[in-house]
């Protein structure tokens, strides 16, 4: 019993030689009345009937699908793909083809979509880029212009507009330092020099030479009760170090006055150790979890940027993270607080 929908090449002219061939071998018998003759004729028309039917069907049908393969994979056909053309294809009924090349679509459906989200990412970096050092350059605009309008006579504006041009131009060199930060991480220049180290001692360094940006707002950051046992991580100290003062830089920017800053290390196996730094702070909408460790990107713009900061702190936490081969992520509710974690490697690599 043929399967109608899944019929080979050879099957499908089978099928139409048989019909033929009986159809004159049944025309032959009632015309000139030999069994013999009527035999002789359906026997040899199935034989070229078959052969023909075949043939046409891989030069002409299995032709095409061929060229459909070729446009699919837009390559020139190797041994191997010829070798797949010549035995492979002829034996795929059209339905398999049809799947082949549905499949072929949603891919390609697939790739579109993800060069029109990077289109998306790419125009809004851009356009933040372009605000970054638009604020800054045009303040310093401003002061100059004023100052060569007659405001330099004044020796108290004079001071202070060129105190405001200074924060201004250390801002822009921050931004700078930041993207040749991003970009050495993201090229591979940046080179990491691993070491044995203790990562509760240099969670403590941080929280000290952070203390006064943390007692300003009464925040009080420490290790978890329970976590305080010496575990060692193998990794750049002094790029740890920078991913730890960010972290619990951002923890202090919005967290609750009063608040609370809590680190915790845990060793999930002989090989990883976790570590997260949590907040008691304002926390982040979910719509924005996934996308706070973008470039510029910034839950509140117009209350992150009074914040300071050039909104690439979590960006180049990230790229260190995975220059050492291991990942970040987050978990945050409104009003409750967020929670930023990363591993690190325990032994030598």
């Given at each position: ?196 180290f203790v990562i ?111 909104g690439l702190g ?23 607080g967020t929670t ?10």
């Open positions: 019993m043929f399967n109608l929908k899944n019929l080979s090449p050879s099957q499908v002219s089978a099928v139409l030689a048989l019909a033929i061939s009986a159809l004159v071998g049944l025309a032959n018998l009632i015309l000139v009345k030999s069994w013999l003759i009527a035999l002789a004729s359906f026997l040899v028309l199935f034989l070229v009937a078959y052969l023909l039917i075949f043939y046409f069907l891989q030069q002409f049908i299995y032709r095409r699908i061929k060229l459909i393969y070729k446009f699919i994979y837009q390559t020139k056909a190797t041994k191997r793909e010829e070798f797949y053309n010549k035995y492979i294809i002829p034996q795929k009924s059209i339905d398999e083809v049809k799947e082949d090349v549905e499949k072929w679509a949603e891919q390609r459906q697939g790739e579109i979509e993800v060069l029109q989200k990077n289109e998306a990412y790419r125009k809004e970096f851009l356009q933040n880029l372009a605000h970054e050092f638009k604020t800054p350059i045009f303040a310093i605009q401003g002061y100059v212009d004023t100052l060569l309008g007659g405001a330099m006579e004044n020796p108290e504006v004079r001071k202070k507009f060129l105190e405001n041009t200074s924060r201004n131009v250390d801002r822009l060199v921050n931004l700078m330092n930041d993207l040749d930060e991003i970009s050495r991480l993201e090229t591979g220049e940046q080179v990491l020099y691993r070491q044995y509760q001692d240099l969670i403590r360094e941080v929280i000290e030479s952070l203390s006064l940006k943390l007692n300003q707002k009464q925040i009080v950051a420490s290790i978890k009760k329970g976590c305080e046992s010496p575990i060692y991580v193998f990794a750049d100290k002094e790029k740890i170090r920078q991913v730890l003062i960010n972290l619990i830089e951002n923890g202090s920017k919005y967290g609750k006055p009063g608040g609370t800053i809590v680190a915790s290390i845990y060793k999930t196996d002989e090989f990883k150790v976790l570590i997260e730094i949590r907040d008691d702070g304002i926390g982040i909408e979910e719509e924005h979890l996934h996308r706070i460790f973008e470039r510029f990107y910034r839950t509140d713009k117009a209350r992150s940027r009074d914040k300071g900061g050039t979590l960006a180049i936490c990230k790229h260190i993270i995975e220059a050492h081969g291991e990942s970040m992520h987050v978990r945050s509710k409104p009003d409750v930023i974690g990363f591993t690190l490697s325990a032994h030598k690599e």
